[in-house]
């Protein structure tokens, strides 16, 4: 079982940062990628940003020039740096995984966190 809990969500005013972290647990040895969604109130949850081991990103539109994701593999953590912050960007934001290298073969699973609340004040 893989248990993602994800850090670093606030308050923030109109232009400030703020960096969210995800820390992955359980019973694997490798994860494949890590990534970073959004859902704001009354809206579909949408893909931020997400990273592969190689270090290889994927950004969305939303989130190209003030967002940037990175990971740890030694630390199955992967980040969100935010930066420039706005109030559209009010939601509550969710770490994700797809798939893990665990007892010798590979599983294409899909690991969601429960999310945490990045509020941006005008």
């Given at each position: 079982q893989v248990q993602l809990v994800e850090t670093g969500g606030g308050l923030v005013q109109t232009g400030g940062s703020l960096r969210l972290s995800c820390v992955a647990s359980g019973n694997f040895f490798r994860i494949n990628i890590m990534g970073w969604y959004r859902q704001a109130l009354g809206k579909e949850r949408e893909l931020?940003?997400?990273i592969n081991r190689g270090d290889n990103t994927f950004y969305a539109d939303s989130a190209k020039g003030r967002f940037s994701i990175s990971r740890d593999n030694a630390k199955?953590?992967?980040?969100l740096q935010m930066n420039s912050l706005k109030p559209e960007d009010?939601?509550?934001?969710?770490?994700?995984?797809?798939?893990i290298w665990a007892a010798g073969s590979y599983h294409d699973?899909?690991?969601?966190?429960?999310?945490?609340?990045?509020?941006?004040?005008?």
């Open positions: 931020l940003a997400n199955n953590t992967v980040y009010t939601a509550v934001y969710f770490c994700s995984l797809q798939g699973v899909g690991v969601w966190g429960n999310g945490t609340l990045v509020t941006v004040s005008s």
